[in-house]
């Protein structure tokens, strides 16, 4: 995760014990244990989604790595994969994981804000993992994201968000729970909508429970912040509006699927296709997010249904 505004942590014991607070009190291996998940099938969504734009993506950078754990599921994939995260304890954590798996020769991790980032160096695909880029509350803070990304694609290179879409997909009360195990230790987590967003107040109030069980202890951590709540339209309006980059299409992930929608149908984690366009950004920091898109017509120049290769 790159930004955290206004974050509120603590950690302690299950009755609520309070003792730390910092940026992130989550430890980057409980964190990376309760996640456990299939990190190669987000990795060929991406994929799939930059290849239905005609690009086939030999370089990755992502954007808000954490601790890099998609980082060597998709170094199995693209020959060069490059992170960047603002925390430094993750960007350790995220090139210890590098040098364990032998991948520092494919594979960086940069300290960084995707706000503004300069590697030298340019892309075939940029991707946003989960709700990312949901961190940077102010709309200011998009349109130099954006240019970011262009200085950073190839020519017709592909952006790829990954975010939650649609006020009505995050109500209040909502709960969505991991967790997963190894060497004698769980890690769990709860995921819970505190507040959820409304037209006058976008945002989306997040409490994140984490609980590491071992022989005979347990221990908790509880992390509060806000996310960026988007309908689809005025999300494609915010990416493209004098970015430089052109709007190619919404894809739900129903696994082993990825369904192309529009932007009325978009309410759950969607996938979103930026492509780099002729037309060269705007450098002002005064853009409007109320701006109308041109949005193609359902399922235009692209599969209503296409199944991700290699995944059954």
């Not at 509060?224 to 493209?240: G, I, M």
């Not at 696994?255 to 929608?261: E, F, H, M, T």
């Not at 005064?286 to 041109?294: A, C, D, S, T, Y």
Request: negative net charge.
């Amino acid at each position: 995760m790159d930004k955290t505004p206004e974050r509120s942590v603590s950690s302690g014991d299950p009755d609520g014990g309070a003792a730390e607070f910092s940026a992130y009190s989550v430890p980057p291996e409980v964190y990376d244990l309760a996640m456990t998940s299939d990190l190669s099938q987000e990795c060929k969504r991406a994929l799939f989604v930059a290849r239905e734009q005609g690009v086939e993506p030999a370089s990755v950078l992502e954007l808000g790595c954490g601790t890099g754990r998609l980082m060597p599921a998709m170094a199995d994939l693209v020959p060069r994969v490059v992170g960047i995260e603002i925390d430094p304890l993750r960007v350790s954590r995220a090139q210890a994981r590098l040098r364990d798996a032998g991948l520092q020769g494919r594979c960086a991790v940069h300290v960084g804000d995707m706000r503004r980032f300069g590697l030298g160096a340019q892309f075939d695909l940029i991707y946003f993992s989960p709700n990312t880029i949901r961190h940077l509350l102010d709309p200011s803070d998009y349109p130099p994201v954006w240019r970011c990304c262009r200085s950073h694609l190839r020519p017709s290179g592909v952006v790829v968000v990954d975010l939650v879409l649609g006020y009505v997909a995050e109500p209040t009360g909502e709960i969505w729970r991991w967790g997963g195990q190894a060497e004698g230790v769980i890690a769990l987590t709860e995921w819970r909508v505190r507040r959820g967003p409304s037209v006058d107040d976008p945002t989306t109030h997040i409490e994140w429970f984490f609980e590491r069980q071992t022989e005979g202890e347990s221990k908790t951590w509880v992390e509060r912040f806000p996310l960026r709540a988007f309908e689809a339209d005025t999300f494609v309006q915010c990416a493209t509006h004098q970015t430089g980059l052109a709007f190619r299409g919404l894809f739900e992930p129903r696994d082993p699927y990825l369904i192309a929608i529009d932007a009325a149908h978009a309410a759950g984690r969607t996938l979103v296709a930026l492509q780099r366009s002729g037309e060269q950004p705007i450098p002002t920091t005064e853009r409007g997010m109320g701006f109308q898109p041109e949005l193609p017509a359902r399922g235009a120049g692209f599969k209503q249904r296409s199944r991700l290769p290699g995944c059954e």
